[in-house]
Nanobody, 124 residues
């Protein structure tokens, strides 16, 4: 399994941008599919974006399309989430997740490893 540590969260005004990073340690990171999820208090964890092991395939939740971009650098064992045009409803804890299959999914239960999350707060 890989170990995941998120960073880059913080407080930003509506319309602003943040870039989240996920650092992975462990072997064979480049063989893992990766995803970004988020959870607000009282809500279930929902997928934000995901990317295949090689980076050629990505997917986005409808509510972030055109605003967020997921990317990865396998040489650095990193995954990123560039978030632009942030809205107050984007406020949540954001989690990075890894899937051993190498594919990427919108279902949280299909991911094997999780980070602890990073808080993103968007003020109006």
């Amino acid at each position: 399994q890989v170990q995941l540590v998120e960073s880059g969260g913080g407080l930003v005004q509506a319309g602003g941008s943040l870039r989240l990073s996920c650092a992975a340690s462990g072997r064979s990171f480049s063989s893992y599919g990766m995803g970004w999820f988020r959870r607000t208090p009282g809500e279930v964890r929902e997928v934000v974006a995901s990317i295949s092991s090689g980076g050629s395939s990505t997917a986005y939740a409808h509510f972030v399309k055109g605003r967020f971009t997921i990317s990865r650098d396998n040489a650095k064992n990193m995954v990123y989430l560039q978030m632009n045009s942030l809205k107050p409803e984007d406020t949540a804890v954001y989690y990075c997740a890894a899937s051993r299959t190498g594919d990427h999914y919108s279902t949280a239960t299909l991911y094997d490893s999780w980070g602890r999350g990073t808080q993103v707060t968007v003020s109006s």
